[in-house]
């Protein structure tokens, strides 16, 4: 009995005079875990950089570059994220060509619009005879396209500006053919005036964005604020209308002042928010979202489409979606999405980033606190679920 006794004490003294030498060992163990964890860490957000500057979203791209250079100096990353971000620079410097979307999306504005001047220059002339029209309709086309093509092949338009064009050239035939049919014009007038319209919409844009640097997502919005405009303000006039009257030239000229004021203020605002294209196309589909569940709520309530409630309805809907969305959007371009304070969890969803990821539990060895301190404290230690929208 004496023998296991002494054994014991002697494994115990053994024990406590060693304890810091693998304490020192545990330590240097969790510190190079520490350090491996954050060198991981730099390499995603690094990716995530580059793939960014290959979409071209160069501002996304220098939020990351920043991050790593300011949060990871230590890491090799570091140094390679101070050299992209000077190469990103120069990309910002350099002027956006126009993308073969936004091209196509001129080229076909300008074969319709061809076509179109074409036609009416035969309403205008009170020509009635069928061949002159096939003719139009097969040459208006051919030139129309080829001319576009033509002008915009070596176009140093960017997106933006190209967005912004297309929508003077659609905004000024609606501003145009809306004006003559409040004014009573007759049929030739009225297709005289779309077609003076949209050449003057055309002109008035393309001096307008002129050496004037316009993202794609300032366009969208300001498309999407002409659009919407014209919406709320026929959804108001519905509301506001005497039933007893002809209210077609109130709601009418309510939808034109609506839309302009829609596109104006836009126009002044969307420079303050800096939002991305894929932003502001959500938020625009959180208003359709809305304005669908308005008019899902009039059917499931019967309410005739004659009733003010039912264009309430609508347009309650449209205003609720479009906050809505912009709520639910606000960290969409921001710059930490995927790594935060507290790590990332066992299951991160990310719409934003268009990223899923399932974590590692982490486990932490920390030093000794004092030194009545024996043992280190180990923590284990895993977030379940980190979602973003």
Request: with cysteine; glycine share 12%; net charge negative.
């Amino acid at each position: 009995m004496t023998d296991w006794l002494i054994k014991i004490i002697i494994a115990t003294l053994l024990f406590v005079f060693s304890h810091p030498l693998w304490a020192g060992e545990i330590e240097s163990v969790g510190n190079a875990d520490m350090r491996s964890l954050r060198a991981l860490e730099a390499r995603l957000i690094y990716e995530q950089a580059v793939k960014q500057i290959f979409d071209e979203e160069y501002d996304k791209a220098l939020g990351r570059l920043d991050w790593i250079i300011s949060a990871y100096p230590e890491t090799g990353y570091g140094q390679l994220a101070a050299d992209k971000r000077k190469e990103v620079a120069i990309l910002l410097r350099q002027p956006k060509p126009i993308s073969g979307m936004n091209r196509a999306g001129l080229v076909g504005f300008g074969t319709l619009f061809t076509t179109w001047v074409g036609v009416g220059t035969l309403v205008l002339l009170d020509i009635e005879e069928p061949v002159p029209y096939g003719f139009v309709l097969i040459a208006g086309p051919l030139s129309g396209l080829i001319g576009s093509l033509s002008i915009t092949r070596d176009s140093e338009l960017s997106d933006g500006q190209a967005s912004l064009i297309n929508l003077g050239g659609v905004w000024g035939i609606w501003q145009a053919v809306g004006a003559a049919n409040l004014a009573d014009a007759g049929e030739k007038a009225t297709v005289g005036a779309s077609m003076a319209g949209g050449a003057l919409g055309l002109a008035l844009a393309g001096n307008i964005v002129r050496n004037r640097d316009i993202s794609p997502g300032n366009a969208t919005l300001i498309n999407f604020g002409g659009v919407w405009g014209t919406w709320f303000a026929i959804c108001g006039a519905m509301v506001s209308r005497r039933r007893s009257n002809d209210n077609s030239d109130f709601i009418l000229g309510s939808a034109m002042m609506g839309g302009n004021a829609g596109l104006l203020t836009m126009a002044a605002w969307s420079t303050k928010l800096s939002m991305s294209r894929a932003r502001a196309r959500l938020i625009n589909i959180g208003g359709i979202i809305g304005t669908l569940y308005g008019l899902g709520a009039n059917i499931l309530l019967e309410i005739d489409s004659d009733d003010r409630t039912f264009w309430s309805l609508m347009g309650l809907g449209g205003i609720v979606g479009l906050t809505a969305g912009a709520y639910l959007t606000r960290n969409y371009d921001t710059q930490t999405s995927y790594f935060t304070e507290n790590g990332a969890g066992l299951l991160n969803l990310e719409p934003a980033e268009k990223r899923w990821n399932i974590s590692f539990p982490m486990i932490s060895v920390s030093p000794l606190s004092g030194v009545d301190s024996q043992i280190p404290d180990i923590e284990f230690r895993t977030s379940l679920v980190r979602a973003r929208f």
